[in-house]
């Protein structure tokens, strides 16, 4: 038990690191300055969705970009994934 919390302090410990070599590096762009709006989006996550997504002018749409990012006005219960499993269409797999 003890090498198990000595495991994950020094983990966490390098997570802080890098996170604060993160912000320190990296600049956020103004189209990303938003993200952070939304619940559990902070300073680290949005500047890795920003790294992640690259240039928004590649996206089709903004608006469809927005949809994606905004997760917390989406719920999604155990019930209604298992639903949303069971009412996908099953597609023909190759022999």
């Known amino acids: 038990m003890k090498a198990n919390v000595a495991v994950i302090q020094a983990v966490r410990s390098q997570v802080d690191i890098i996170e604060d ?6 600049s956020l762009r103004p ?3 938003s993200l952070n709006t939304m619940q ?5 996550l949005e ?4 790294l992640e997504t690259g240039s928004i002018e590649r996206l089709p749409a903004l608006e469809i970009f927005l ?4 997760a ?3 719920s ?7 639903r949303r499993v069971k009412a996908m269409p099953r597609t023909a797999t190759p022999t």
């Open 67 to 70: 949809l994606m990012l905004d």
């Open 76 to 82: 999604i219960t155990p019930t209604a994934r298992k």
């Open 21 to 26: 070599r993160l912000l320190h590096e990296v």
């Open 47 to 50: 500047t890795v969705i920003m």
């Open 40 to 44: 559990g989006i902070g300073e680290v």
């Open 31 to 33: 189209e990303f300055s």
């Open 72 to 74: 917390s006005k989406v």
